[in-house]
């Protein structure tokens, strides 16, 4: 899926949403294709001749039904857990874990997609830009000013402010792209704190800027 946003040059943020949500669905339904024929041979000891992962495949009414009946009689329990004397998880509680669990899949699947469509993408070159530098920056507040003609007023401001604040956690995150090959194509900078927020994103520069960016990262690794 990751490839294929990046093959695909997709950078709508809804797309990405969707397609992720869609190759989720799949890969559970796969899951429950292998999942269900376990269950019924090693927790309940029915071999039954229909319930294998082809067959499976192709009968997604089926696989409702069995997931049904594995929801109605449980596979694992917690001890302090549910009403029956043995503890069996199944029913209302059970069917909060499928979900807990296909959400919290869902969302690193949406993190990992998403990471591909931050890269700047180039009409001219026809092709994504590439990281140049990645780089947890130690020590701020960091010195942006030389970029302060190309941030409106209010927003650098902003950023400052932002970067500031950020002291408490003592880092940000930046990034630089660069062209994937020799071009007049501009440069671009992006910049999160230290919970991921983005502060900045895909601002372009020139090469003198990126120069200044390294000068400024290297005083503050030397504590100038």
């Known amino acids: 899926m ?7 040059k997709v950078r709508n943020f809804v797309i ?3 397609s992720a949500f869609v190759v989720m669905c799949l890969l559970k339904y796969l899951q429950w294709c292998i999942y269900i024929p376990l269950v019924f041979s090693a927790r309940y000891n029915i071999n039954e001749p229909a319930l294998t992962f082809f067959n499976l495949l192709n009968k997604p009414d089926l696989v409702f039904e069995m997931a049904k009946i594995i929801n109605e ?4 329990s917690l001890n302090k857990i549910g009403r029956s004397s043995t503890g069996i998880i199944n029913g ?3 069917m909060i874990f499928w979900i807990m669990e296909f959400i919290i899949m869902t969302e690193c699947a949406f993190k990992v997609f998403w990471e591909d469509t931050e890269l700047p993408f180039s009409e001219i070159l026809n092709s994504w830009y590439i990281i140049l530098l990645d780089k947890v920056i130690v020590g701020v507040p960091f010195d ?3 970029l302060k003609k190309k941030i409106e007023h209010s927003n650098f401001n902003k950023l400052t402010q932002d970067i500031n604040e950020n002291k408490k956690n003592k880092y940000i995150y930046l990034s630089i792209y660069q062209p994937s090959e020799a071009s007049t194509e501009p440069f671009y900078l992006s910049i999160k704190n230290a919970k991921r927020k983005i502060l900045l994103k ?3 520069i020139d090469q003198t800027d990126v120069e200044n960016i390294l000068k400024t990262i290297q005083n503050v690794n ?3």
């Open 2 to 8: 990751s490839l294929a946003i990046t093959l695909g």
């Open 92 to 94: 209302f509680l059970l």
């Open 73 to 76: 009689n449980g596979v694992w």
């Open 222 to 224: 030397s504590g100038a």
């Open 202 to 204: 895909n601002l372009k």
């Open 144 to 146: 942006l000013s030389f």
């Open 16 to 18: 990405v949403i969707i």
